[in-house]
């Protein structure tokens, strides 16, 4: 089936510093998402992408829908302490079904 | 205040016994799904819902059982035949179907003693 490789597994960055994170497949994906999961919570939607070559921001995040539709990456600039948690990245596959990467686990060192 | 809710927020049972988790959604979505999450793990898909009284197995669907009766609900029975229940259970929505962006609720964390 359709598999989604996310990296890298984990950070540890200082406060300040930009993050970029990424998530690759061997299939074609029509949307890409990417969520951040406080402990013990449920995740959250931070950006959706639907069209190839689309870049998206919300706020100090970025995100981008590659143009071969096979990967995505999201980017943090000036990372602060609230970012910590772990990203996923998901992608809707040929039978509308979401595939969900293994997630990106954020440290932010104040 | 919309939203979907999970109730409890810890479960603890003994081997061998069902137990059902409560997903809510005030959202007026048609679709909702189960997921498991298990540590360094994806969410991985065990049963969803387009419409009321009606459901499709995801890609774990063996051990696990669910009903739609009404749209704002749709329990998941984690049965006795699900070889390793303990796990984060995460419950989603989405306004129409698969192809709409979910939405997910805060989990229950079942433990199986």
């Known amino acids: 089936g359709q598999q989604l490789n996310q990296s890298p597994q984990s950070m540890f960055i200082q406060e300040g510093e930009d993050v970029s994170m990424n998530c690759t497949s061997s299939s074609i994906f029509n949307t890409w998402l990417w969520y951040k999961q406080d402990p013990g919570e449920g995740p959250v939607l931070l950006i959706a992408?639907?069209?190839?070559?689309e870049l998206t921001s919300n706020g100090r995040l970025t995100a981008q829908f590659g143009i071969t539709r096979k990967d995505s990456f999201l980017n943090i600039s000036a990372s602060i302490p609230s970012d910590v948690g772990i990203y996923f990245c998901?992608?809707?596959?040929?039978?509308?079904?979401?595939?969900f990467g293994k997630g990106t686990k954020l440290s932010v060192k104040p | 205040d919309g939203g979907i809710t999970q109730s409890p927020k810890y479960l603890f049972r003994k081997e061998g016994q069902n137990v059902t988790l409560s997903c809510e959604q005030n959202?007026?979505?048609?679709?909702m799904y189960w997921y498991r999450q298990d540590p360094g793990q994806g969410l991985r898909l065990i049963y969803y819902?387009?419409?009321?009284?009606?459901?499709q197995k995801g890609d774990i669907a063996e051990g696990y059982s669910v009903s739609r009766e009404k749209k704002e609900s749709f329990p998941l029975t984690v049965t006795s035949a699900q070889k390793n229940p303990t796990a984060f259970y995460l419950c989603a929505s989405s306004i129409a179907g698969v192809t709409d962006t979910q939405y997910f609720g805060p989990g229950t964390r079942l433990t199986v003693l």
């Open positions: 992408l639907y069209k190839a070559g």
């Open positions: 959202l007026n979505h048609d679709a």
């Open positions: 819902s387009q419409i009321v009284n009606d459901f």
């Open positions: 998901a992608g809707r596959g040929s039978q509308g079904n979401l595939i």
